[in-house]
């Protein structure tokens, strides 16, 4: 949870995305040994651009973003992170829509 809490704080201090897109940590998963995370993210856009945009952008500043990380946290090893779209929060909206849909 604290990886999750600080990487958002980074993502929504220092890093620059395309106009109107918000991009949103949902989840951190680390491995057993905890050296490494993978950090699940979210991006509400208009435009479907967006998403490779914004995943261009995360892997560009990978480095900084981990510096940050490395500075902020105080638990040791810090986990190497990567960044993924998180796929299950999109079957999520996806279910949610249908039903919806159903639903009138």
């Known amino acids: ?13 220092s890093i620059q995305f395309p106009e109107k897109a918000l991009v949103t940590v949902t989840r951190v998963v680390t491995s057993p ?3 490494y ?3 699940f993210v979210t ?6 651009s967006d998403l490779g945009e914004v995943m ?6 990978i480095a900084a973003i981990q ?18 779209i998180d796929e299950e929060e999109t079957r999520r909206e996806r ?7 159903t639903a009138e």
């Open 95 to 101: 279910i949610e829509k249908l039903i919806s849909e």
């Open 56 to 61: 261009k952008i995360l892997k560009h500043n």
């Open 67 to 84: 510096r940050e990380l490395n500075r902020s946290l105080r638990m040791r090893p810090v986990p190497r992170i990567q960044f993924l």
């Open 43 to 48: 991006v509400f856009s208009q435009k479907t």
């Open 33 to 35: 040994d905890i050296h």
């Open 1 to 13: 949870m604290l990886i999750k809490e600080v990487a958002s704080g980074i993502l929504l201090r």
């Open 37 to 39: 995370a993978n950090v």
